[in-house]
Each structure stands twice: as structure tokens, then as C-alpha cells.
């Protein structure tokens, strides 16, 4: 099938540091999604991407669409202890209703 | 709560036998998913109905594994004659195209088997 490229696979940093992931794809496709889960948790959706070249905010998180459609990447600005968790990013094929396909998760820790 | 939810929560059961899975959508949600989780792994698509439509079963690992849809909300996923290698957890998501159409998901059950 096929995949989702995510790295990182783990990040260890210092509080107040920003922090950069990013997931790429060997196919187009119309939707990226950002997901956080924390643990003992379902993810929690953070961010949805539908434009090729679109750049949305939600607090200090910033991801964008890539311009070729095949990948994305999440920003965290001034990271706090909370940020702490897995961080996935996914398409969904086709429609609305579409399966979503996952990368391999970032493992985010935050030290004080 | 307005959330999606599961039970049970954790279900710890020994090889061969049978288990069920309950998810609750979220209410007037349409479609609804089941995803598993390994340890290690990512997400992976199990299952997902839509509607009245027939399920698109193209993630279902083998026969051992079905699902069943009533009235348009509740949802059971069955696993039969579990192996060790089922042990994961298995998260449900509904999603409504009126609610912008992504998915949210549950807390997940966590599934081991001995």
C-alpha cells in the first residue's frame, strides 16, 4: 500500500525550544491531517491541511501542504511540558468519508 | 459525554478464545472507523461503515476479524479465536460530512491476549 514517511521518529528537547516534523509521501493526494496522542488516549486531531501551498495556524502549531501534494510538515513554537505525547501525521483517501492512512508517529519529549 | 466512546476499556483474554468490542460514535455521526494499534506500529485501517452503504472491509486482517453496524450507530468488532498476535489497541473514530468530515476517535481498547 502505500506509506507515509514521518521523522523524526523521536525528539528530545528543552522547554521553551521549537520543534519541526514532517511526513512525505510517494503519492498525491488531496488531505494531510496532523493527530496528537497522549497516552492511554485516542488522537486528538490538531491540524487539517486541504490546498496544495496551505499554511494553517492553531496556536503555536504550524503545518503546511507541500507544494507537490506529497508532503507536510508541523512546527511547535515555544514547546511547553504538555506538548509531551505522539504526534502522527495522515492522508485520507478520496472522499470525505475516506480511510486515513498514518505515518509512523514523532515521539515528542519536552524536558522542564 | 459528547465524545466517542469504547469499552471496555481493557480486556484481557487467553488465546483461542472469543472478543467483543463495543464503540459508541458520536450522535448523528454517519461513518464510523476501527483502526488498530500495535505496540511499535502505527495506525492501521481495520474497517469502516458509511451510511447505508456496504463496509469497506480492506483492512481486515483476516477472517477471524469481522464487524457489525445496528441501527446506523453502535458498532461491535469481533475478533474470533484470538491469537497472540491480536494483542493491540483497537481505536474507533466517527466522523459526520456536517461536523467538516474528519474523524475523532475514542480512547481505545486495549486488547491482550495470553
Known amino acids: 500500500g502505500q506509506q507515509l514517511n514521518q521523522s523524526p521518529q523521536s525528539m528530545f528537547i528543552q522547554e521553551g525550544e521549537d520543534v519541526s516534523m514532517n511526513c512525505t509521501s510517494s503519492s498525491i493526494f488531496n488531505t494531510w491531517l496532523w493527530y496528537k496522542q497522549d497516552p492511554g488516549e485516542g488522537p486528538v486531531l490538531l491540524i487539517a491541511?486541504?490546498?496544495?501551498?496551505e499554511l494553517t495556524s492553531n496556536g503555536r502549531l504550524t503545518a503546511q501542504f507541500g507544494i507537490t501534494r506529497k508532503d507536510s510538515f508541523l512546527n511547535i513554537s515555544a514547546s511547553i511540558p504538555s506538548d509531551v505525547g505522539i504526534y502522527f501525521c495522515?492522508?485520507?483517501?478520496?472522499?470525505?468519508?475516506?480511510?486515513?492512512?498514518f505515518g509512523q508517529g514523532t515521539i515528542l519529549t519536552v524536558h522542564p | 459525554g459528547a465524545g466517542v466512546s469504547q469499552s471496555p476499556s481493557n480486556k484481557v483474554t487467553e488465546k483461542g478464545k472469543d472478543v467483543e468490542l463495543r464503540c459508541d460514535p458520536i450522535s448523528g455521526h454517519t461513518a464510523l472507523y476501527w483502526y488498530r494499534q500495535s505496540l511499535g506500529q502505527g495506525l492501521e485501517f481495520l474497517i469502516y461503515f458509511q451510511g447505508n452503504s456496504a463496509p469497506d472491509k480492506s483492512g481486515l486482517p483476516s477472517d477471524r476479524f469481522s464487524a457489525e453496524r445496528t441501527g446506523g450507530s453502535v458498532s461491535t468488532l469481533t475478533i474470533q479465536r484470538t491469537q497472540q498476535e491480536d494483542s493491540a489497541v483497537y481505536l474507533c473514530a466517527s466522523s459526520s460530512r456536517l461536523a467538516g468530515g474528519e474523524q475523532f476517535f475514542g480512547p481505545g481498547t486495549r486488547l491482550t491476549v495470553l
Open positions: 495522515a492522508r485520507r483517501e478520496g472522499t470525505s468519508y475516506g480511510k486515513l492512512t
Open positions: 491541511l486541504y490546498k496544495a501551498g
